[in-house]
């Protein structure tokens, strides 16, 4: 009987920092638990190491579900740490975006849906997800046979010349490649920010594209689109992925996407770093099939030290208790982006309250409003705060502020040199993603 991982496994295995810490593991019968380190990792039985310092070896069959999914995703852990460690020294990570220029290879005779997607993974070593809400609301499912014979096409246009067909559609978003149906990704838009490249005027360069790139979709036509043209020379553009990728490809001359990241941040003031805020930063293993959303919230508070609560108030608002099913397969994306993508499955949400992480309705997290002060003395505006928060009322979540009926207000501070922000978690988030977008724009002049 194969009873141990290889050494070169175990090794790497127990210089995991998840495996380091003492945890509560429970049995099946869940009337029987120790706090315990894990110190031996077999494929049926593990070894742990109790606070007197006794070892005692435990069947993995025996152990609760949360507990055996705990040690499932750690050996994803690690295999994926090995394999990124084998890579040539220097060789890059492929992003989404990068692997979509990359030749594929798509065999596919009227298969299910769902071995595109495990080709796909396999082939260019990204996570993939499938939007099963969009999905089911027009009757489709992951059984949706697909045909498809690809072996040099580049992977952006084979998903086309594939999904197509079928009724389906993909963007790039919360850094995994993700399946949807056109009416969801028409109706999920990104705030983005575009440097111009040379001397054109930044409100003449936006007239152009909103009469050249998808002219029925702004809002000026009535469309959910928007566009504003800061005296700065910025771009600020909310619109979905498909008009985000063809103003890219129209407009490669004289515009360039800036993306800002954690270390574009206010030299001072503005929302507060906590050990919640970097735990969700951190990359996420989860392979569920089918898991108990008790078991997920498990799993993702001993991986990442994460106090993870369900509302029963909110999980009731959506029928949605404890035991509903999730499913997911990651392996890159920060637990911000899991939760992001796992939770609509069950038409939850979350957000950041106290110390900890609450899972709950779209209606209740809409209800918890909170005030920050952004500092943005630093972006030196050419403008004033007013023609700041003007972007960002236009441009982030335009119906969630009171000047449309929303609840969500933005005022200049005291100082003259923040914006008061009161506003849902969802759009605090989005808005410090825009700031940290400007200051990465600023940095590049």
Same mark, same amino acid.
């Given at each position: 009987?194969?009873?141990?991982?290889?050494?070169?496994? #175990?090794?790497? /295995?127990? %210089? *995991?920092? @998840?495996?380091?810490?003492? =945890?509560?593991?429970?049995? !099946?019968?869940?009337? +029987?638990?120790?706090?315990?380190?894990?110190?031996?990792?077999?494929?049926?039985?593990?070894?742990?190491?109790?606070?007197?310092?006794?070892?005692?070896?435990?069947?993995?069959?025996?152990?609760?579900?949360?507990?055996?999914?705990? #040690?499932?995703? /750690?050996? %994803? *852990?690690? @295999?994926?740490?090995?394999? =990124?460690?084998?890579?040539? !020294?220097?060789?890059? +990570?492929?992003?989404?975006?990068?692997?979509?220029?990359?030749?594929?290879?798509?065999?596919?005779?009227?298969?299910?849906?769902?071995?595109?997607?495990?080709?796909?993974?396999?082939?260019?070593?990204?996570?993939?997800?499938?939007?099963?809400?969009? /999905?089911? %609301?027009?009757?489709?499912?992951?059984?949706? =046979?697909?045909?498809?014979?690809?072996?040099?096409?580049?992977?952006?246009?084979?998903?086309?010349?594939?999904?197509?067909?079928?009724?389906?559609?993909?963007?790039?978003?919360?850094?995994?490649?993700?399946?949807?149906?056109?009416?969801?990704?028409?109706?999920?838009?990104?705030?983005?920010?575009?440097? /111009?490249?040379?001397?054109?005027?930044?409100?003449?360069?936006?007239?152009?594209?909103?009469?050249?790139?998808?002219?029925?979709?702004?809002?000026?036509?009535?469309?959910?689109?928007?566009?504003?043209?800061?005296?700065?020379?910025?771009?600020?553009?909310?619109?979905?992925?498909?008009?985000?990728?063809?103003?890219?490809?129209?407009?490669?001359?004289?515009?360039?996407?800036?993306?800002?990241?954690?270390?574009?941040?206010?030299?001072?003031?503005?929302?507060?770093?906590?050990?919640?805020?970097?735990?969700?930063?951190?990359?996420?293993?989860?392979?569920?099939?089918?898991?108990?959303?008790?078991?997920?919230?498990?799993?993702?508070?001993?991986?990442?030290?994460?106090?993870?609560?369900?509302?029963?108030?909110?999980?009731?608002?959506?029928?949605?208790?404890?035991?509903?099913?999730?499913?997911?397969?990651?392996?890159?994306?920060?637990?911000?982006?899991?939760?992001?993508?796992?939770?609509?499955?069950?038409?939850?949400?979350?957000?950041?309250?106290?110390?900890?992480?609450?899972?709950?309705?779209?209606?209740?997290?809409?209800?918890?409003?909170?005030?920050?002060?952004?500092?943005?003395?630093?972006?030196?505006?050419?403008?004033?705060?007013?023609?700041?928060?003007?972007?960002?009322?236009?441009?982030?979540?335009?119906?969630?502020?009171?000047?449309?009926?929303?609840?969500?207000?933005?005022?200049?501070?005291?100082?003259?040199?923040?914006?008061?922000?009161?506003?849902?978690?969802?759009?605090?988030?989005?808005?410090?993603?825009?700031?940290?977008?400007?200051?990465?724009?600023?940095?590049?002049?």
């Amino acid at each position: 009987m194969k009873r141990l991982l290889p050494l070169v496994l #175990l090794a790497a /295995l127990l %210089a *995991t920092p @998840a495996t380091a810490a003492v =945890r509560r593991w429970t049995d !099946k019968t869940g009337r +029987f638990s120790v706090e315990a380190e894990l110190i031996d990792h077999g494929m049926k039985e593990i070894s742990l190491k109790k606070a007197n310092g006794k070892t005692v070896r435990v069947p993995i069959s025996e152990l609760s579900r949360q507990d055996q999914l705990y #040690l499932k995703n /750690l050996r %994803a *852990t690690v @295999a994926r740490k090995m394999q =990124r460690q084998a890579r040539v !020294k220097g060789a890059p +990570f492929t992003t989404v975006e990068e692997a979509l220029t990359h030749p594929t290879k798509l065999a596919l005779d009227n298969a299910p849906l769902g071995e595109m997607l495990a080709q796909i993974e396999r082939h260019h070593e990204i996570d993939v997800f499938l939007d099963r809400t969009a /999905l089911a %609301a027009v009757g489709f499912s992951d059984a949706v =046979r697909i045909s498809a014979n690809h072996a040099d096409t580049p992977l952006a246009a084979a998903l086309d010349a594939t999904l197509g067909p079928a009724g389906l559609t993909w963007l790039v978003r919360n850094g995994v490649l993700l399946i949807t149906t056109p009416e969801a990704e028409s109706r999920s838009l990104q705030t983005r920010v575009y440097a /111009l490249v040379g001397a054109a005027r930044p409100d003449v360069v936006l007239q152009q594209l909103s009469q050249r790139v998808a002219a029925s979709s702004w809002a000026q036509v009535g469309g959910p689109g928007c566009g504003v043209a800061l005296s700065s020379g910025a771009l600020l553009i909310s619109q979905s992925y498909r008009v985000h990728r063809q103003i890219e490809k129209d407009f490669a001359q004289q515009l360039r996407p800036v993306v800002g990241g954690p270390k574009d941040k206010a030299p001072r003031g503005g929302p507060r770093e906590t050990p919640t805020t970097r735990a969700l930063r951190e990359p996420a293993v989860a392979e569920f099939a089918q898991v108990p959303l008790s078991d997920v919230i498990g799993f993702l508070a001993s991986q990442h030290h994460l106090d993870i609560k369900l509302d029963p108030d909110g999980a009731k608002d959506v029928g949605a208790g404890a035991s509903a099913k999730f499913s997911a397969n990651m392996r890159h994306v920060p637990v911000a982006d899991l939760l992001d993508l796992m939770l609509p499955q069950h038409d939850l949400t979350w957000i950041v309250e106290g110390n900890g992480v609450l899972i709950t309705s779209p209606q209740q997290a809409a209800a918890k409003m909170t005030t920050v002060d952004y500092p943005v003395g630093d972006l030196r505006l050419r403008g004033n705060l007013g023609e700041l928060a003007a972007a960002v009322t236009q441009t982030v979540y335009p119906t969630s502020w009171d000047q449309v009926g929303g609840r969500g207000t933005i005022r200049p501070a005291a100082n003259g040199q923040a914006l008061s922000i009161t506003q849902t978690y969802a759009v605090h988030r989005r808005i410090e993603q825009l700031l940290r977008d400007l200051r990465a724009l600023q940095a590049l002049r």
